[in-house]
């Protein structure tokens, strides 16, 4: 298992990571969890990201149900976890529009009660979620300021930022933001023209990578654009000796931004097969066959 520094004095994190927005629906008591971790450990895997969000905030208090239950795993693995989004759910009845809310001390609370529910002392890397129109940059970096001189949260950064809105937030602060975790796959091409991929590259700064095999949808979606990217995957497929999925993850990380792929799945296969695919490098002519058959022309 490869590891990687999201950047200079960043944490250093498995470059498989385990997502667990799913967690509620994989149907894990505590001591199935807890079987999980270790196994993702014997992987190598061993960063878990979380949000405050997921499975309408429930997620994170399973996950330290199970780190409760055994607290030396703590030692052993990195969570990350993000802040900023407010749900409409009935564990939030006060909310009655879905909004974000990334004022100081919401950001602080959030991540207060993240490490509650985790059962830790300290986060390894918090997240604000989503960039939010109202966004105070001043506000949110006394946040970031105040979780990191509290030993809260080890290190800080954003997810889901443009460019400029991640310079906007890097300008009030006195120490790195160490990545930007985005959307990239061989579905959604956006990182690699609009500047957030430079940007990464630029700062030495590795992105997260959510939804990188396109959240299924690149082998459950019936459309013309997936059926010529799994065509795509199939021919490397055949050429590498690869799985069409482990070619899709090949493609994300070919990237020389190093990205990181967070992985959304409680089955140990699917890792396994995903650890697997950081052994293997597409030359050019396929990494741009996979991108020319997502965009549907050559390159210019």
């Known amino acids: 298992m490869t590891r990687i520094q999201l950047t200079e004095g960043g944490p250093t994190f498995s470059r498989t990571v385990a997502g667990v927005m799913r967690l509620r629906e994989w149907g894990m008591d505590t001591d199935g969890l807890r079987d999980f971790i270790h196994q993702c450990l014997d992987l190598g895997i061993t960063t878990f990201d979380h949000a405050d969000i997921y499975g309408s905030y429930t997620c994170e208090a399973l996950f330290g149900a199970a780190l409760a239950a055994e607290p030396a795993l703590r030692g052993r693995i990195e ?5 900023g989004i407010q749900l409409l759910s009935p564990n939030r009845p006060e909310n009655y529009v879905h909004h974000y809310n990334t004022g100081r001390d919401y950001i602080v609370a959030a ?5 509650h529910n985790l059962h830790t002392d300290t986060l390894d890397l918090f997240l604000i979620h989503r960039p939010d129109p109202l966004l105070d940059a001043d506000e949110v970096a006394e946040a970031l300021t105040a979780l990191r001189a509290a ?29 930007n975790q985005i959307e990239l796959s061989v579905l959604h091409l956006a990182p690699l023209h ?18 990188p095999v396109a959240g299924g949808r690149l082998f459950s979606g019936g459309d013309e654009r997936a059926g010529r990217v799994r ?25 020389p931004s190093r990205p990181l792929p967070v ?33 549907g022309r050559e390159v210019p």
């Open 79 to 83: 969570l990350v976890t993000k802040g």
């Open 111 to 115: 991540a207060e009660n993240s490490l």
């Open 151 to 179: 030993g809260k949260a080890r290190h800080v950064g954003v997810s889901n930022f443009m460019p400029w809105q991640f310079d906007l937030l890097q300008a009030r602060l006195d120490f790195p933001l160490v990545t």
């Open 194 to 211: 609009d500047g957030t991929l430079d940007q990464a590259q630029r700062l030495g700064a590795a992105p997260m990578v959510w939804s």
């Open 231 to 255: 065509g795509a995957l199939e021919v490397i497929s055949g050429q590498i000796g690869a799985s069409p999925a482990q070619v899709a993850l090949a493609w994300v990380l070919r990237h």
């Open 263 to 295: 992985m959304g799945t409680g089955q140990i296969e699917r890792l396994r097969e995903a650890v697997a695919a950081e052994s293997i490098t597409l030359d050019r002519q396929q990494w741009f066959a996979i991108w020319e058959a997502s965009a």
